[in-house]
Nanobody, 126 residues
């Protein structure tokens, strides 16, 4: 497994922006897809964005398309999530996750991931 540490969460007003980062260690980062998930109080954890091992393929939940951008830096073992035009419904704990299988072309399902960070809180006020 890989160790993941998120950072960058916080509180922002609606329409604002935040950038989340996730630092990975313990495994060859560049061989695995990465994803961001979120979980709001009383709700199930849901997919937000995924990026393939090479960075060539990205996937997004419909609710965040055109507003969020996932990216990775394989030289620095980091994956980021740029969140723009934030809405109150984006409020949740955001988790970084690593794929369980090498070189998968797309990552978008909870069951694809076997390593999780501790989460970082994002709060958007209206």
């Amino acid at each position: 497994q890989v160790q993941l540490v998120e950072s960058g969460g916080g509180s922002v007003q609606a329409g604002g922006s935040l950038r989340l980062s996730c630092a990975a260690s313990g495994r060859t980062f560049s061989r695995y897809g990465m994803g961001w998930f979120r979980q709001a109080p009383g709700k199930e954890r849901e997919f937000v964005a995924g990026i393939s091992w090479s960075g060539s393929n990205t996937d997004y939940a419909d609710s965040v398309k055109e507003r969020f951008t996932i990216s990775r830096d394989n030289a620095k073992n980091t994956v980021s999530l740029q969140m723009n035009s934030l809405k109150p419904e984006d409020t949740a704990v955001y988790y970084c996750a690593a794929d369980r299988i090498l070189f998968r072309s797309r990552v978008y399902d909870l069951n694809m991931f076997d390593s999780w960070g501790q989460g970082t809180q994002v709060t958007v006020s209206s």
